[in-house]
């Protein structure tokens, strides 16, 4: 238990204390006592075939988060150290996501902002987390902005897990009123007058708290205030022990269901049924929903690269280029499979297909010298050009235009990082070294479409093939091996299922 009334700030803080917490042992014992006792989320009371007892979300405990809160803390402070020695104080605010409507009253299916989610496991809407730090790092504060419980709201929504709750659950120093956001605030910056504000004024992902984030600023003595997303993803891009099971599984699931939806596939059905299929079979595994829009691309359409109308039909002797995967628990995967419909390539379908996948495994490999992730793409383009000049796609003895020529037939760099996020971390550069703990798609492609001054069997030929690898001091590990990605085995797949 974190002894939350110690070291505060003033007099005013502590009535709020008082005010909102004084009845936390009185709860807490509640909790013990009914433990199916329900929250704005899924516990282990509630939900036992989800979480286990400690786990805040599932696989990850509540001292992950608060090591993860200590970490961001301590990397701001060492950052600070090393640029201004007298900012010793921050007041760091990372806010949740809002719902979302698609006409009136309508809600989209609610999706956590990641970094708030990845600092606290709290899954509301309309919270918001606050880091304080004062003179010694020992003095660092972790308070949520919770909504408080409202019982018509309640009945209407589901429960929320209020403020008495929030601490226990979340394991924070303090929880008060989302409605008293501006008011700590102000008291912090009385007693706190030099302190930096670290709040992404330029992405803002909840109105109410820009909204008070710019009330604030205006009012603030020294207006000095940096970002803290890129400190944020600095820590996300190393996956703990927990994120590495959650990250193997939501790419197993969606191997799986890549799998059944080749071998479901066959000439006549429509983009949308490969799309509802896939959809379907990572539900079924557990995903709550698919990481992004599908691409599920027949024929000629698979050279658009973020084709999502998925709406034609895949005819005979046509492939589907698929690019799907999953979140589970908040972990996303992001698979490419290319497979003929009939289940049986053309020869040009073929030699392609086997030049991509030869350029993958060599991309794969590299990835036990820790390049960067523009390394592998500078590569990509070496392996990739000097197959597609013994083709002829390629004039030879181009070499010093080598990237300028495959860039035609390939033109998307070959790597992202993953995580909670589909594209993850993304203030991170593609020019840092790849390191252990850290997972990145492979995905080289070739398209051709039907304008190329090619040989004309080449033309309508799109392919990619993706996959995830963890990073690791022992060399690349392909957490998606799961999905069938040899030439073979793709055909055995697809030539499931073809009698109609
Ligand atoms: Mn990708």
Request: glycine share 4%; aromatic share 8%; with cysteine.
């Amino acid at each position: 238990m974190v002894i939350f009334v110690k070291n505060l700030l003033n007099n005013r803080l502590n009535q709020l204390v008082r005010r909102y917490c004084n009845n936390l042992t009185k709860s807490k014992l509640t909790i013990k006592k009914t433990l199916t006792k329900s929250f704005g989320q899924p516990t282990a009371g509630t939900h036992p075939h989800l979480l286990n007892n400690g786990e805040v979300t599932p696989y990850i405990q509540r001292k992950e988060f608060q090591e993860r809160r200590q970490n961001l803390i301590e990397s701001i402070v060492a950052h600070s150290l090393n640029c201004d020695t007298n900012l010793k104080r921050h007041l760091i605010i990372i806010p949740s996501a809002t719902k979302q409507y698609m006409s009136d009253k309508i809600p989209y299916v609610f999706r956590q902002n990641t970094d708030f989610l990845y600092l606290s496991g709290c899954l509301e809407p309309d919270t918001c987390l606050v880091l304080t730090t004062t003179e010694s790092l020992n003095q660092h504060r972790s308070i949520l902005f919770m909504r408080e419980n409202d019982s018509h709201s309640e009945l209407w929504d589901g429960p929320r897990t209020g403020l008495e709750d929030a601490i226990e659950l979340f394991g924070v120093d303090l929880a008060f009123p989302f409605s008293e956001l501006e008011n700590y605030l102000e008291m912090f910056m009385k007693t706190n007058s030099e302190a930096m504000l670290w709040y992404d004024f330029l992405s803002p992902v909840q109105k109410q708290v820009d909204s008070t984030m710019n009330n604030f600023l205006n009012k603030k003595f020294n207006k000095m205030w940096e970002s803290p997303t890129p400190f944020v993803h600095r820590l996300r891009l190393i996956k703990s022990a927990a994120e590495i099971k959650l990250m193997q599984q939501s790419c197993d699931i969606a191997s799986d269901a890549i799998s059944k939806t080749i071998a479901f596939s066959k000439p006549g059905v429509t983009e949308h049924q490969i799309f509802a299929n896939v959809d379907f079979e990572c539900k079924m595994r557990g995903a709550e929903y698919l990481a992004y829009p599908p691409v599920v691309a027949g024929g000629n359409r698979a050279n658009i690269i973020h084709y999502i109308n998925n709406d034609q039909v895949v005819m005979d002797k046509e492939m589907v280029l698929m690019d799907a995967g999953c979140e589970f628990h908040g972990y996303s995967s992001d698979i490419t499979r290319t497979w003929p419909i009939n289940g049986k390539f053309t020869s040009q379908q073929r030699e392609i297909y086997e030049i991509l996948l030869t350029t993958q495994q060599k991309l794969i490999e590299l990835c036990s010298d820790f390049p960067t992730l523009d390394d592998l793409f500078e590569s990509m383009c070496i392996i990739l050009g000097k197959h597609l000049e013994e083709t002829g796609l390629i004039r030879k003895n181009y070499s010093e235009n080598t990237i300028k020529m495959v860039y035609r037939f390939c033109p998307h760099h070959v790597s992202h990082y993953l995580g909670m996020d589909v594209h993850d971390t993304s203030t991170i550069p593609r020019n840092i070294r790849i390191k252990p703990g850290m997972v990145i798609t492979v995905e080289p492609g070739v398209y051709i479409n039907n304008k190329m001054k090619v040989p004309e069997q080449y033309r309508g030929i799109g392919i990619r093939i993706e996959d995830d690898v963890l990073i690791t001091n022992d060399g690349p590990v392909v957490l998606t091996k799961k999905c069938p990605r040899k030439l073979e085995d793709i055909e055995k797949l697809a030539a499931q299922n073809q009698t109609f």
